[in-house]
Structure formats: C-alpha cells, structure tokens
C-alpha cells in the first residue's frame, strides 16, 4: 500500500498543477495496486475512486464520472455509512457534476446532504464543512437567493482564513463566488476589489497559467462589461480562453464560458456578426459535450436567432 499511497500523492501533485491526464494515469495505477492488494469495497479503494471522478470532469468524461459515483455510493450504503466523510466527497463531486449540467435541484439534494453530514461529523466552523458551505452558497447565488449566498460565501471564507489563511486556491474558491454574488446585486466596486484581490491570491498560489486564475478572469471579464470597460473585458476572455485551450484543448465547458463571454461582450458593443460567431463556437461545444441535452443549448440557439446580421 504504500507504493499507491505514493501514487495517489503524485495523482493529487498532477491534480493541483492542472495535469490532468498525468493526474488520471496515476490514479489508474494506484486503483490497479489497491484492487489487487485490499479489493474494490475498501474504503482506501474508494477514496481514490472518488478523487478520480474529479479529474475526470476535468477531462469531460462526465457519464464515467457519474456512473463511478452511484456506483461508489451504493459501495458506501452497503459497508460504512452515507454520512461518512467518505460519503460526503462522493456527493461534493456529484454536486459539481449536476452544476456542470445544470441540473440544480440535483445538485440540490447531494449539496444538502454533504452539509448536514459533515456539520454532525466535523461541526459547523470546520475546514471541511467550508466545502459544503460553498457548494450552497453557490445554489443560492444560481437561484437568485443573493443574501443567503452572501451569507453563506461570507461563512466558508471566515472558516478557511481561521484555518489554512487566505493566500490558497480553496480561499480564493469562495472569494471568487462572492464577487459573482456582489456583482449580481450591482456593488459592481466591491466586486472589482474582490475580484482582484481574488486574481491575486490565485497567481500567488497556483500561477497565472492555471484553470482557476482562467476562471476568475472570466468572472471579472463579464464585470467589466458591466462597468463598461469593454477593452479591459475583452482582454480578460482572451488570456482565460488562451489558458484554458493549453490545458484541455477545444472542447470543455469553461472554454465554451470563454466564448459566451466574449459573445455577450461583442453583443454589448452591436458588433453583432462577431457576437454571433462566438455564441456558434459555445454552442458547438455544449451539444458535442452534453448530447443535445442541456440548458444552455436552447439559451444560445435562441440568442444566435435573435441576433440580425
């Protein structure tokens, strides 16, 4: 076990620096040691199980991931319980799963099951609960609850400063979801100071070339649309989309973010045939990766046709 244990170090290394295919290699062969040595209902089994669904999100096998997590669930339920810290990784996963597919009220359900476990097994002020506190932060915010999300964003980011401080990717993941709640509510200056301070923790922490400095500059990108700031917003969907497209190709879901935003920029401006174009190659990618099913489809079709020119 311990030459998997090294492999599942090097499987989370890989995770961390946005490597996903090395990530989900050693992962295979830790899975491959571990079946041979404790079998496929150990917990240790499991766990790995279950870190792998998330990179393989990353990679956009996202029906794998699922299956592996209903699967590992029903492992679960049978030898150890569905309020285990174990239990809790598998639904934090499936919530990020169903809020790739925006299927909420999915995600909903796997949310508030993961917060209520880990409050009775951790308590409520515990880095680990901060995890779940974020996944309902973010379902307020999607809803439109912005005081709840407010709250609840506030919380997980109180809870983290406490224990691992503020200059961390996990910090910087609810700080990133605050600024979308404030900039929602319209403290469009706030939002700017947090989303920047959001940037700067990030490219401190993980580097200016990874997926989640891409993502808060999308985020800040749609910002500066609503400041107005139109060649700053620009600038930020190119470097966001440049970022992503080195680490995972054409086709995934933050690269298809990357076009609406610079969609919904070029449409701002009326520069409606480029607004078109970006809102075509979004589209593209949200049928290849979801089968024609999927909210932002109807969303995007219903934009392009209302676009003249």
């Known amino acids: 076990m311990h030459y998997a244990s090294i ?3 090097l499987m989370l290394l890989y995770r961390t620096t946005a490597e996903y295919k090395k990530a989900k290699e050693y992962g295979e062969n830790s899975l491959k040691v571990k079946r041979k040595i404790v079998g496929v209902e150990n917990s240790e089994y499991l766990h790995t199980k279950i870190i792998m669904t998330s990179i393989q999100m990353y990679l956009s096998e ?31 996963n ?28 951790y308590g409520p002020f515990n880095i680990n609960t901060a995890t779940s506190i974020d996944n309902k932060a973010y379902l307020y915010y999607y809803n439109n609850n912005l005081h709840e999300a407010d709250s ?47 940037m700067d923790i990030l490219s401190y922490s993980v580097g200016k070339n990874h997926p989640y400095y891409a993502t808060a500059l999308n985020n800040t990108g749609y910002l500066k649309i609503k400041e107005k700031q139109f060649d700053i917003a620009e600038s930020y969907f190119k470097e966001s ?17 990357n076009y609406m935003g610079m969609a919904n920029l070029k449409k701002e401006q009326k520069l409606n045939t480029e607004a078109k174009a970006n809102y075509q190659k979004a589209l593209t ?17 219903n934009e392009i046709s209302s676009i003249k020119g």
């Open 241 to 257: 989309l440049k970022i992503n497209l080195k680490t995972f190709g054409d086709t995934h879901i933050s690269i298809a973010e």
């Open 152 to 198: 609840m964003y506030y919380k997980a980011l109180r809870i983290k400063q406490h224990f691992s401080g503020n200059y961390n990717p996990n910090y910087a993941k609810s700080l990133n979801g605050l600024g979308l709640v404030l900039s929602a509510t319209g403290n469009l200056l706030k939002a700017d100071t947090v989303f920047n301070y959001t």
């Open 62 to 92: 996202y029906a794998i991931a699922e299956n592996t997590l209903i699967e590992v669930l029903s492992l679960i339920e049978k030898n150890y319980s569905m309020k285990s810290p174990l239990a809790c990784s598998a639904y934090d």
């Open 7 to 9: 492999l599942d170090d």
């Open 285 to 301: 990618i949200f049928i290849k990766l979801f089968k024609g099913k999927h909210p932002k489809i109807s969303y995007l079709q």
């Open 94 to 121: 499936l919530v990020d799963l169903y809020k790739d597919f925006e299927q909420m009220n999915k995600a909903e359900i796997y949310a508030d099951k993961s917060l209520e476990a880990r409050e009775n097994y």
